[in-house]
């Protein structure tokens, strides 16, 4: 049973938000945290961001992924228009850090980010946004606007008893190193880019 643990606000370069960090133990090293602009309108639809932790593209700024522009892009949008983004621990589609650094070897070798999971006998994907929604209805979040490009996420919400009104894009151009990730996305996902994305 997820449980909200802590909480203050925490000023950031995009603004000030509301950090909340939610785990089943206060002992948890890597709780799930959510971040609500300081004016997010709850009577009304929330623009919502579901992101999953990506160390490399967040932190060290790979080229190989967009995932640190979505973020930030993300973090823009709410910023400016109200909102909430709920940042899931789940490296590398959920399989940590260090298989996702032997995936990244083996797409060195010439694989694909699917192929070098599935050659690790590991999912492609096995994130659960579950969590994530399961959090909305603990904010009593009843009705959301949905920044990303992935099916998956609206799925979801879907089926969860929220309502969902928009999908808002997250268009982030693609580089020469991300185009190849971009595509597989694309294809393999059936994530909703457009050609600026993977162009």
Known sequence: MLKKQAEA???????????MAFSESDSDWMPHL???????????????????????GEVFHSKKCECGEQLEQAMRYIQQHGGLIVYLRQEGRNIGIINKIKAYALQEKGMDTVEANLHLGLPADDRDFGVAVEILKMLEVKEINLLTNNPEKL????????VLRNRVPIQIQATEESRGYLEVKKKYFGHLLDDRDTL
């Open 9 to 19: 606000n925490v000023p950031t370069a995009f603004g000030s938000f509301r950090m």
């Open 34 to 56: 959510v971040l609500v602009a300081e004016n997010t309108d709850f009577s009304q639809p929330v623009n919502v961001r579901f992101h999953s932790e990506c160390i490399t």
């Open 155 to 162: 799925h979801y919400v879907e089926n969860s008893g929220i």
